[in-house]
């Protein structure tokens, strides 16, 4: 199981949409097996999955809290053929909160532990991030193999990325040393000034950019989202759908490099 984490401190740069028309992506056009661990407190990819409930108790959180949880329990099937989801709720907020005081046990690898039992079973788990670094990110970046960071190109674009690129070298140096940033996934692009100069800008200071971007689709992604469903069902031919197919052709295509 490949485990990728889509991951940026800045809200609403299209994380949790890149990483549902991923999975979709993956499960419907790849036959791949995909698990969505969603570790945001919000939940939006549990929502766009259907499967959103404030009061579950078996989420996310218990990957943080337990020593060995029983992911036959926690893990849902969801309404597509190939892609199962670990869902978050508000739990996850107080499962963050007495992970970091409980130093009885170590801290950071409870996702990595919590998943190996289901290594075996899915091609693929994607998980969709909140816009922060907090306890359950950090285990999220420990379990990792890849690291996709959506950027969107206004002009707090690289907020952030300075941080994060440290907190990976460090969860590098410190826990897995596989970890390694796949590429900045440049979404909502449009054609303008502001968008180009921000890629020469990523890709002067090193930073690998997907040649492939996602373009900016304003009513089809949005109306995908109140529909609850991934874009690349909702509106298969639209721009961004597009784009989200010929990305992940690329995403694979780079990792298949990689292990060669
Ligand atoms: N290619 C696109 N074109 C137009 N709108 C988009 C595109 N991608 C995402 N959006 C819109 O941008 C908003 C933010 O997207 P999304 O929720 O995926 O971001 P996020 O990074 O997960 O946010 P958060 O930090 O709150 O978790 C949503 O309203 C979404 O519909
Ligand atoms: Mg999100």
Known sequence: MHIISIISLKGGVAKTTTAVNMAYILAVVHKKRVLVVD?????????????????????VARMMLERSPDLAR?????????IDIITANMDLL????????????????????ALAPVAGDYDFCI??????????IINALVASDDVIIPVF???????????????????REDFNENLRIAGC???????????NQGIGFLMARGIKVFGQRIRRTERKVNESTIAGLPLALYS???????DY???????LGGINHADA
């Open 236 to 242: 298969s031919r639209c721009g961004a759908a597009q």
């Open 39 to 59: 570790n945001d407190k919000q939940g939006n990819a549990s929502k766009t999955f259907k499967r959103y409930d404030t009061g579950d108790r078996d989420t």
């Open 94 to 113: 107080e499962a963050n909160l007495r992970t970091v005081v409980d130093t009885g046990r170590q801290q950071q690898t409870r996702f990595k532990k």
């Open 74 to 82: 926690i893990i849902r099937k969801t309404d597509y053929e190939g």
């Open 153 to 171: 190109m206004d002009q707090y674009s690289f907020d952030g990325l300075d941080i994060l690129s440290g907190q990976i070298e460090q969860i």
């Open 185 to 195: 996934l440049v979404t909502q692009y449009q054609n303008n000034d502001v968008n």
């Open 127 to 136: 998980i969709d991030n909140a816009p922060d670094i907090n306890m359950s």
């Open 245 to 251: 197919k010929k990305f992940v052709v690329e995403y």
